[in-house]
């Protein structure tokens, strides 16, 4: 069965600083990874996903995440963090075969400005 | 492309009365989810449709709860009779199926509170 684990269900940043959100996974077969973002009375948007191919996977608004097989991770990041990054983010595992995707409990970013 | 659309976006009722929930996918889509959100359990499917058939239910948590996908282009989620406890904001969300990535697109919620 797969799973999904984010450490940290809140994370304070100041702006300009960089931006560490974890997330480790758990899948018996080759993932597929995402993460998504929630705004404020949004629905879920997506950040960026890994498939297959190259490991460090670039997203919108300056995100990038890298797929870590021998961590179990797929941690995103951003160099700079800028006010309107103040949101939740979500990752989600799914497994080939599988439409179903298994999601993490949420990171709730804010930025300190 | 519109995107995937949910109405009402917000739905205010009383304790008992019915509550149906309706969701349009992307077109081109065949898999459709329904997830409820809540603070104390954050994110959980409820159920899935592949070609308008439900796959996995498993997620419904009563028999309160039931959801029909007619055609392709159109989903209700039904609570008869509602209960606060119901109180959250329900996404759908729907994907192409059977692609290399199973990425799903969601809307935007509908926010729903039974007094």
């Known amino acids: 069965a797969q799973s999904v684990t984010q450490l940290g269900s809140h994370v304070s940043v100041s702006e300009g600083a960089l931006v560490l959100l974890r997330c480790n996974y758990s899948?018996?077969?080759?993932?597929?990874l995402f993460w998504y973002v929630q705004y404020p009375n949004q629905g879920l948007q997506l950040l960026l996903k890994y498939t297959t191919g190259a490991t460090l996977v670039k997203g919108i608004n300056g995100f990038e995440a890298e797929f870590k097989k021998s961590e179990t991770s797929f941690h995103l990041t951003k160099p700079s963090a800028h006010m309107s990054d103040a949101a939740e983010y979500f990752c989600a595992v799914s497994e080939v075969g599988n439409e179903k995707l298994t999601f993490g409990t949420g990171t709730r970013l804010t930025i300190i400005p | 492309d519109a995107g995937v659309i949910q109405s009402p976006r917000h739905e205010v009722t009383e304790m008992g009365q019915e509550v149906t929930l309706r969701c349009k996918p992307i077109s081109g889509h065949n898999s459709l989810f329904w997830y409820r959100q809540t603070m104390m359990r954050g994110l959980e499917l409820l159920i899935y449709?592949?070609?308008?058939?439900?796959?996995?239910d498993s997620g419904m948590p009563e028999d309160r709860f039931s959801a029909k996908m007619p055609n392709a282009s159109f989903s209700t989620l039904k609570i008869q009779p509602s209960e606060p406890r119901d109180s959250a904001v329900y996404f759908c969300a729907s994907t192409i199926g059977g692609s290399q990535s199973n990425e799903q697109f969601f809307g935007p919620g509908t926010r729903l509170t039974v007094l």
């Open positions: 449709f592949n070609n308008n058939v439900p796959i996995d």
């Open positions: 899948s018996s077969v080759p993932p597929y």
